[in-house]
């Protein structure tokens, strides 16, 4: 069965480096997300994507944040200068269409800020 | 509370016996769905019920949806030590599409 593959596992940076995140949907998927769940928090939505664009952010999605889909098949998320804070589990998803379908999760990139 | 809380927070059964989480929430939503997560790994899709649904079946789970009352149900009948796994409701909330909101989960241990 497809699934939704991230890559690393785990990436350990130092604070005010910048870090990617990146992402392979299923492939005939059109809408991508990102969502973080800080240890022992539920899980928040980041951001969708969707024809190239943003289509919806959250309040957590700052000037830090960005997000690219810099080919057919990859989906990365940029922190440009990362913060203690933003160390967590970012999850990557995507879905076949919006409204009323599954959205399909990779196992998260676990994000560790020294 | 906030949109989409879980409860109980943990539930341990004895292998066999069925187990019922209950998932509460505030606004209009499109559809609700249920995830399993095993520790330290991704969110799996379990079931996706829509609005206008009351309730839907697949496999040993069983989810209903009471719009009225803003509430949602996942019962596992039959429980399986693989079955040992956090579950959470997410509400595909109506204004903003497909953002999914979270609850804080389910704590399920299923005992052999």
């Known amino acids: 069965e497809p699934e939704v593959t991230q890559t690393p596992s785990h990436q350990v940076t130092q604070m005010g480096q910048e870090v990617i995140l990146r992402c392979v949907p299923i492939?005939?998927?059109?809408?991508f997300y990102w969502y973080r769940q800080i240890l022992g928090q539920k899980v928040e939505f980041l951001v969708s994507?969707?024809?190239?664009?943003?289509?919806?952010k959250s309040e957590i999605f700052d000037d830090q944040f960005s997000v690219e889909r810099p080919d057919g098949s990859n989906f990365t998320l940029k922190i440009r200068s990362t913060k203690l804070e933003d160390s967590a589990m970012y999850f990557c998803?995507?879905?076949?269409?919006?409204?009323?379908?599954?959205?399909?999760f990779g196992d998260g990139t676990r994000l560790s800020i020294l | 509370s906030q949109q989409g809380e879980e409860d109980p927070q943990a539930l341990s059964i004895q292998e066999g016996e069925n187990a019922t989480m209950n998932c509460s929430y505030k606004?209009?939503?499109?559809?609700l769905q249920w995830y399993r997560q095993n520790s330290g790994r991704g969110l799996v899709h379990l079931i996706l019920?829509?609005?206008?649904?009351r309730e839907k079946h697949s496999g040993r789970l069983r989810v209903t949806l009471d719009t009225s009352k803003k509430s949602s149900s996942l019962l596992i009948t039959a429980s399986r030590a693989a079955d040992t796994a956090s579950y959470f409701c997410?509400?595909?909330?109506?204004?903003?599409?497909?953002?999914?909101?979270f609850g804080a989960g389910t704590i399920l241990r299923v005992k052999s």
């Open positions: 994507f969707y024809n190239n664009e943003i289509s919806e």
């Open positions: 997410a509400t595909d909330v109506l204004e903003y599409g497909n953002k999914l909101v």
């Open positions: 492939s005939n998927h059109l809408y």
């Open positions: 998803a995507s879905s076949r269409d919006r409204g009323n379908q599954p959205q399909h």
């Open positions: 019920i829509r609005s206008n649904e």
């Open positions: 606004t209009s939503i499109n559809n």
